[in-house]
C-alpha cells in the first residue's frame, strides 16, 4: 500500500514513518513538503492514500485541500491537524477529505485503521459516484446524440466528457467512407494537429483502428509502453499506457470506430470498458441514424429535382381544395410563378376559362359540376382513393390565348385523415392527341386513296398486277387479273414466291419458248427498275386454253428511287389474235376464190378467140365467162357490202318493194347457172310489197338461190316463195341438197363460217350468210333455217310489208 505524506514538519513526518513500522501491513511511505510537490509526485506515482497537512508553505487551510481534490478526486485523503477543531473537520470533509487525524493523539494502531477506512470508504464514495455520473452521462450522451441534428459534432463533446469521466486523454472516431471504401477522422483528442493529419484517413485494416474496422471486433491493449512491434507503435508514440478500440456496428455492418486511451494508467477497469462499449453502441445508433437521414435526404432531394424536371403537371391541394405546393411544369404551363399559385384554387392557378370566367371561380361555376378534375380530387379528399390517369379536357388560357387541352389525370392521397392533402397530377396529351389525331385522319385518307385506287384498279377495263417487293414474290392482281387468271380475289399470283405457292394451272410463252420466273415481264422491270411497253405474252392454262396478253409495265420506286416493286396493266389480245388469223386466213381464202372464177373467165375468153373455134362453142365459151364473172361480181358484191358495213358507210333507198319482181330477176339470172337444178316461183300476184331496199332484197334472195344451188350439187328444185304474215312478208328459199345438221345451223350467219364441205368441193368465202343477215337487220327484218341433212334446206326471211307503213 503506497502512502504519500504531505508535510513540512520533518518532525511529524518522522514520527508517522515511526508508527508505520509498527504498524502490521505493508505500508510504504513517501513524503514531500510541499502541496505542489506533493500534486507533482501524484502525477508521475500510483498512490493508495495521501495525508495531508493542512498548513504547508505554499498553501494553507482548506485552500489545501480542495486544490488537492481538485486534481485528484478519486484519492482518499486523510487530512493531518494539529488541533482537533471539529469545525475544521468538517469543512475539510465537505472539501473532499476522506477522512482525518489529530497530531500528537495519534498511535500506529488509529493510523492503521484510519488509512484503511479512508481508503474503503473512497472506494465505495468512487462507486456510488461512478454508477451516479455513469448513470447521468449515458442518459445525458443517449438523449443528446437521439435529439441532435448533427450527431458527428455532438460526438465529438460526448467522447470529450467520457474521456475526462474516465481520465481518458486520448479519443479517435472514423467513420466508414462508402465511396472511398476506407475511414476519414471524424473528431478526435489528445494529439497534435499534424498527427491528426497524418491519420485524417485509414484504409481498412491499417493501424489498430482499421483493424476493429475490418475485424469488426473491439480490441483492448494495456501497458501499451512494455509492448513492442508495429500495430501499438503509433498509440504507443502518443504516450498511451492504455488504450481500447470499439467498432461502431449497425445493422450487422461497420460503420465507424471509436477509441480511448489514457496516459495515466496502464489498465482499464471493467466497468469502465463497459461504459466505452455502451458508448460506442449509442453511437453507433446515432450515426447510423444520421447516415439514414442524409440518405433519406439525398432521396428527397433526388424526388425534388426529379419532380421539378418531369413534364408532368403537379399540384399538391388541401383538404379545402386550395394549392399547397405546384412543380416547375404547372407553373409553366400556366404562366404564372410556382409562390403565386399558392393559396389559389386547382382551376385558377392553372388559369382554367370555365375558373376564370365564373365570377365564382374554380368549382363554383356552372360547368365545374361535371369538372372530372374537381370531382376526382374531391373523391380523392373524402374517401381516400387514388385515381389514375383519367382523360379529361377544358380550355385553358394559355399565352394569353385560349386553348383546348386535353390531359390525364391522375390523384394520390398524401397524408390521413382531415389533415390528407392530395397530389394531383396532370399530363398534357393534347400535343400527342393532335398528333394521334391526325394520324388517324392521313390513315384515313391514305385508306381511302387505297380504296379509291383499288376501286380504280378493279374497275378497269384492264387486267393488272402488282409486284409489292423488288423480288416479285407477293403479286397481286386486280379483280379483272384474277377472274383472268380463275382465282379467288387477292391471292398471291406470284411465280416467284415461295416454291409451294406457285400457281401452277398456267404457264407462261414468248414466241413459243416457256418463261423462267426471272424472266416474266413483271419480275424483269422490278429487278431492273426498267420499263417495258407493248409486251406480248402467251398464257397456257392447263385446260388447254391459251390467251395472248399485250401490256406495259413500269417499275415502282421507292423514296430513295431504288425499285421496289412493278405494275402491269395488261390488255387480252386472244381475240383479235384469233381475227388476224382468221384475217390472214380470209385473205387467202377471198384471193383463191377469186382466182377461180377470173380463171374460167380468162380462160374461156381466151379459148373463144383460138382460131378454129365453132361459133356454137365460142357462145358456150363466152356464156361460161359470163357465169363466172357473175360469180366474181357476187363474191365482190358481198365483199363490198360487209366494207360498207364495218366502215358504217351502208346507204339504204327503202320503198316498197315487190318481192315476186326481185324473185324473178334473181331466178331469171341464175337460171342458166345449172343445167341440173330447176327454179321455182311460187309468189301470189298480189302479195304486198315490202318496205326494203330493192337492190339489197336481191342481194339476199341471190345468195340464197345461189347457196340452194351450190349445196344441192345433185341437183333438184329450188322453190322461191312468199305471202304475208303478221304485217310482213315471209319468203323462203328450199332445196333438196345436203341439208345442214342443227349445231352448224347455229354459226351459218357469223362471218367466214364455212362449214367443212372441202370433200364436196363447193367452193365459198362464208360471207354471203352474214350479209344477208345484216342486211335484213338493218332493214327491220330478220333470217333463219330449217334444215334436215341429206334431205334439204329452206332458208327464210322475214320483212315488214309496206302496208303497215301506208297505214301508219
Ligand atoms: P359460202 O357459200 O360462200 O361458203 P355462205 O355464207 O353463203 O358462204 O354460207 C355459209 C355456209 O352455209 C356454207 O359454207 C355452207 O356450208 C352452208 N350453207 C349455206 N347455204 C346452204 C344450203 N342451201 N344447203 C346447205 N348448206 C348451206
Known sequence: MKILLIEDNPGDARLLLEMLKDTPGDFALDSVERLGLGLEYLAAHEVDVVLLDLNLPDSSGLDTIARLHGRFSLLPVVIMTSVDDEELVVQAIRHGATDYLVKGQTDGRLLRRTILYAIERKQAEIALTWRNVRFRLLSETAGRLLSSQEP?????????????????????????????????????????????????????????????????????????????????????????????????????????????????????????????????????????????????????????????????????????????????????????????????????????????????????????????????????????????????????????????????????????GTSGQALVCIEDISARKRTEEALQRSEERATGQAVRLQTVLDTAPAIIWIAHDRECRVITGNRAADDYLRVPVGLNVSKSGAETDRLAHFRVFRDGVELSPAELPIQVVAATGWGLADYSMELRFDDGTVRYLLGNISPLLGDSGEPNGAIGAFIDITERKKMDQLKDEFIGMVSHELKTPLTVVTGAIYTSMTKGVSAKDKKELLHDAVSGAEELTSIIDNLLELSRFQADRLQLNIEPVDVGQVARNVTGKLEKKSALHRLMRDIPETLVPVMADAFRVERILYNLVDNAIKYSPKGGTVTVSAREQDNSVVVTVTDQGIGISVENQARLFEPFQRIQQSHLGIAGVGLGLNVCKRLLEVQGGRIWVESTPGKGSTFSFMLPAAREFEGG
Not at 497524418?198 to 494495456?222: N, P, Q, S, W, Y
Not at 383538404?319 to 399547397?324: A, I, K, S, T
Request: glycine content about 6%; overall charge negative; some cysteine.
Open 152 to 416: 458527428e459534432e455532438t460526438i465529438q463533446t460526448i467522447c470529450h466528457e467520457v474521456t475526462n469521466f474516465l481520465d481518458c486523454q486520448v479519443f479517435f472516431n472514423f467513420l466508414v467512407d462508402d465511396e472511398e471504401n476506407r475511414l476519414n477522422l471524424n473528431t478526435y483528442a489528445g494529439i497534435p494537429e499534424e498527427e491528426a493529419d497524418k491519420i485524417a484517413t485509414l484504409d481498412f485494416g491499417e493501424d489498430l483502428c482499421g483493424h476493429v474496422a475490418r475485424e469488426g471486433r473491439k480490441i483492448i491493449v494495456e501497458h501499451v509502453q512494455e509492448t513492442h512491434g508495429e500495430p501499438n507503435a503509433l498509440i504507443k508514440s502518443f504516450g498511451v499506457k492504455a488504450f481500447a478500440c470499439y467498432p461502431l456496428i449497425s445493422n450487422g455492418a461497420v460503420i465507424g470506430t471509436l477509441a480511448f486511451g489514457t496516459r495515466t494508467r496502464s489498465t482499464f477497469a471493467e466497468e469502465e470498458l463497459d461504459l466505452m462499449k455502451t458508448v460506442t453502441d449509442q453511437v453507433a445508433t446515432a450515426v447510423a441514424r444520421k447516415k439514414a437521414e442524409a440518405a433519406l435526404q439525398r432521396n428527397e432531394e433526388e424526388l425534388a429535382t426529379i419532380l421539378a424536371s418531369v413534364p408532368i403537371i403537379m399540384l399538391v391541394v388541401n383538404p379545402d381544395r386550395r394549392v399547397l405546393q405546384v412543380n416547375e411544369a404547372a407553373a409553366k404551363f400556366a404562366g404564372r410563378r410556382q409562390v403565386d399559385m399558392s393559396g389559389m384554387r386547382p382551376g385558377e392557378a392553372l388559369q382554367c376559362l370555365y375558373a376564370l370566367d365564373d365570377p365564382q371561380g374554380c368549382g363554383f361555376g356552372p360547368q365545374c359540376q361535371n369538372c372530372m378534375t374537381r370531382l376526382t380530387v374531391l373523391n380523392t379528399l373524402e374517401t381516400g382513393v387514388n385515381h389514375y390517369q383519367v382523360e379529361w379536357h377544358a380550355p385553358f388560357l394559355r399565352n394569353g390565348k385560349q386553348e383546348e387541352v386535353t390531359f390525364l389525370l391522375s390523384t394520390v392521397l398524401m397524408g390521413t
